[in-house]
């Protein structure tokens, strides 16, 4: 008999229908009710067991994660929460799962202790929710753009240059690491290196994209992107995966309007195809909330949230009137802040979220920072002081989408290069660019993991990806 997923059968199961089903027991109560689940949803297939008829080493290897086949009768459920279940004929252990050594129990376990059992956290409610929802956000991102006229484009991964300028990248090489080839004043001659020069595990598909936008029009790419900054935060990982659309002839409204409603598509998408894990996420969160000091509680629960940024516009301000609203608000005159409030810093984690949590409660885009606290590539004010960047500052998050308009002018980027010290040996190319049908194009990085934390509500960003890199943490 051909096997149905339980998503189907749930969805569309016709009772008196003979099936068989696959999965992995959640539990097993009385001696004969099995909640299956096979990861298709959130929702378990109930299978009643006969018991009296069973044999009872059998029974006895009805435990929770073990993995079973089973065939049987579908018929209408007695129980509440479900129209149908399975009455079991026949059913066979695939693989079983010894209860004195399995390490999860069929209740509610710390996210941290999941973290350190990464290989079995899909099988728990909450982190297969979270990964379904992830999926969805990844094939709306693809769908989204591709409805648009966008191309997906695959930008290299081992790269020479340093395209945040930030310095905190992954060498590779293939070296050995005890004897590398010298030079003569002893330094390690990356000459004689694979790629005969010094490259890294790129941080970002911008520089190369732009050569895309620069023949192609529209391009977007979504790829891994990597980090070496030593930053061991709930929103930080070494490897994270990042989507960076790049667009001809935008200028930065064009390229804010972009943002927003791709995140808005992306939101709806979500509920849309998730409506099951979503709930389960939005119950999840309240409970999670209850537990919050009353000042850190957010006014909404996740799904009215959800609801709340799909259908309201986001706050545009530059980054000059921020400061202003920032030396205004309460925090500051009362010292509340941690970090100072001045024209030129580069906005802290608690100054990005008093504007979107407490000043505008709704997502915020800035524009216009002072040039020096962003990068070379960025489009040049008059104004001589700041650059057409943007970021969109989200609750619970910060910083989401970083972006920005391109400097188009051949000279303004060179010398902007040659003042903060960015080698154009290494980016003739991209400097070419400008000199070959320059035009205005702008574009942005959308942080994947980050919107994955504010669709399912998930507070650490280790607990969006299915195997986190940080500083000291690659197991598994
Ligand atoms: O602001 P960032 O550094 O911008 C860029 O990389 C540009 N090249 C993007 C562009 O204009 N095409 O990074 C973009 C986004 C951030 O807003 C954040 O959401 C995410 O990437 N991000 C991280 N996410 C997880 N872990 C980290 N270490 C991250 N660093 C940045
Ligand atoms: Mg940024």
């Not at 149905?4 to 016709?14: N, V």
Request: glycine share 8%; aromatic share 10%; hydrophobic share 35%.
């Amino acid at each position: 008999m051909k096997r149905i997923k339980i998503k189907d059968l749930l969805a569309h199961g016709e009772v008196g229908a003979k099936v068989t089903v696959k999965g992995w027991i959640r539990t097993f109560r009385s001696n004969r009710f099995i909640a299956l689940n096979d990861g298709s949803t959130i929702n378990n297939l109930q299978a009643v067991v006969d018991f009296e008829n069973t044999d009872e080493d059998l029974l006895k290897r009805l435990t929770t994660s073990a993995a079973v086949a089973i065939e049987g009768e579908v018929v209408e459920s007695q129980g509440k929460g479900q129209s149908i279940e399975i009455v079991v004929e026949k059913i066979e252990i695939l693989g079983d799962a010894d209860p004195d050594e399995y390490p999860l129990q069929p209740k509610r376990h710390s996210l941290e202790f999941l973290r350190e059992k990464a290989h079995l956290r899909p099988r728990t409610q909450v982190m297969s929710a979270v990964y379904r929802v992830r999926n969805a956000l990844a094939y709306g991102i693809h769908k989204f753009f591709n409805e648009k006229g966008f191309l997906y484009m695959h930008t290299p991964i081992i790269t020479g240059s340093d395209a945040e300028g930030a310095g905190e990248m992954f060498r590779v090489t293939n070296f050995d690491p005890l004897n590398p080839p010298k030079t003569e004043d002893g330094e390690v001659d990356y000459k004689e290196d694979f790629f005969g020069k010094a490259v890294n595990l790129s941080v970002s598909g911008q520089l190369e994209a732009e050569v895309g936008a620069m023949s192609m029009g529209e391009v977007y790419t979504f790829g891994p992107t990597f980090r070496a900054e030593n930053s061991n935060t709930s929103r930080h990982l070494a490897e994270f995966w990042m989507i960076e659309p790049e667009m001809a002839f935008y200028d930065l409204d064009d390229n804010m309007d972009l943002a927003e409603e791709m995140i808005k598509y992306l939101i709806d998408f979500a509920m849309e195809q998730c409506p099951d894990d979503l709930k389960f996420l939005d119950q999840r969160y309240a409970q999670e909330q209850k537990g919050k000091p009353q000042n850190e509680r957010s006014d909404l629960g996740l799904l009215e949230r959800l609801d709340f940024v799909s259908k309201n516009d986001f706050e545009r301000l530059t980054y000059t009137e921020a400061i202003e609203v920032l030396k205004r608000s309460k925090p500051f005159k009362k010292g509340k802040f941690k970090y100072d409030v001045d024209w030129g810093i580069d906005l802290q984690s608690e100054h990005e979220r008093y504007l979107v949590e407490k000043e505008y409660k709704k997502p915020v885009i800035l524009t216009d920072y002072p040039k020096d606290i962003k990068s070379f590539y960025m489009k040049q004010n008059d104004d001589g002081k700041t650059v057409r960047a943007m970021d969109v500052l989200f609750p619970g998050i910060g910083e989401i989408i970083g972006g920005s308009q391109r400097e188009e002018s051949y000279d303004k980027l060179l010398t902007r290069m040659n003042e903060m010290g960015v080698p154009q040996e290494e980016l003739w190319w991209y400097l070419e660019l400008r000199k070959f049908g320059t035009a205005p194009h702008s574009g942005f990085g959308l942080g994947f993991e980050r919107i994955v934390l504010f669709v399912t509500g998930m507070g650490n960003i280790r607990d969006v990806i299915p195997f986190p890199r940080a500083p000291k943490s690659a197991e598994f």
